[in-house]
């Protein structure tokens, strides 16, 4: 900002724009060069460009009880700066936006117990017989939804992400005993699988020694009959 007696030049730089007050009313000024004389008065900056704002880590408790480590951050952008600068004040964007985004990723872990999320994960691993998403895809979805719709439609902010670093049980001996519970039980899987595919070559060696032996006898009854 530029001041020249009573007026005052603005240069808006790409990936902000400027407010002011024009006419007794509140403006966006557009990036580029903006020459103000009073009563028209600049206002300040406000930041455009997609931010990434780090959430607290934080445990959450699931519907049965389980305490999970949530580490997550946030990707936003002011979409409608007058809407924002109205409702919440710009600057106080990021207080906000954790507020409502540690309440939605706790009111999301509250609703699903540690059996959905295992189960979520082990269909996205055998591939064919995923039905659905990860459990942290449906934690996005939801997220989503719920957050971006709020912010967007109250406030002028648009979340564009949110990217969910840790999602891990924070007891470590109750996570050592379910990694155990999950060895084990893929053992089992492992050895039913094995015994069907043995099923499966006994039941077809017997097959073909059936037509081996149905052919010599058809030979045979052949060979009295001529």
């Not at 706790?106 to 189960?119: F, N, P, Q, V």
């Not at 998403?133 to 902010?157: C, D, N, P, W, Y």
Request: hydrophobic share 40%; proline share 3%.
């Amino acid at each position: 900002m530029i001041q020249i007696g009573e007026w005052q030049l603005i240069r808006v730089d790409f990936g902000r724009v400027g407010v002011a007050t024009i006419a007794g009313e509140m403006r966006i000024l557009e990036q580029g060069l903006h020459l103000f004389e009073p009563p028209d008065v600049f206002l300040r900056f406000v930041n455009t460009r997609i931010q990434i704002l780090n959430l607290p880590t934080c445990v959450q408790e699931s519907s049965d009880y389980v305490p999970l480590l949530v580490k997550a951050n946030i990707s936003y952008h002011i979409m409608d700066p007058l809407m924002c600068i109205d409702k919440i004040q710009d600057q106080g964007a990021r207080k906000i936006i954790t507020e409502v985004s540690t309440a939605t990723i706790a009111a999301i872990i509250r609703s699903s117990t540690l059996g959905d999320m295992a189960m979520a994960s082990k269909k996205a691993v055998k591939g064919h017989e995923a039905e659905g998403t990860t459990f942290h895809e449906k934690m996005h979805a939801r997220f989503m939804s719920q957050v971006g719709e709020q912010l967007l439609g109250t406030m002028g902010i648009k979340v564009t992400n949110i990217n969910i670093e840790q999602l891990r049980i924070n007891d470590p001996r109750l996570a050592d005993q379910i990694s155990a519970q999950a060895v084990k039980i893929s053992e089992l899987e492992a050895q039913h699988k094995t015994l069907e595919k043995e099923g499966i070559v006994k039941r077809t060696k017997k097959e073909k020694s059936n037509r081996t032996r149905r052919g010599r006898s058809s030979e045979t009854a052949k060979a009295h009959r001529g």
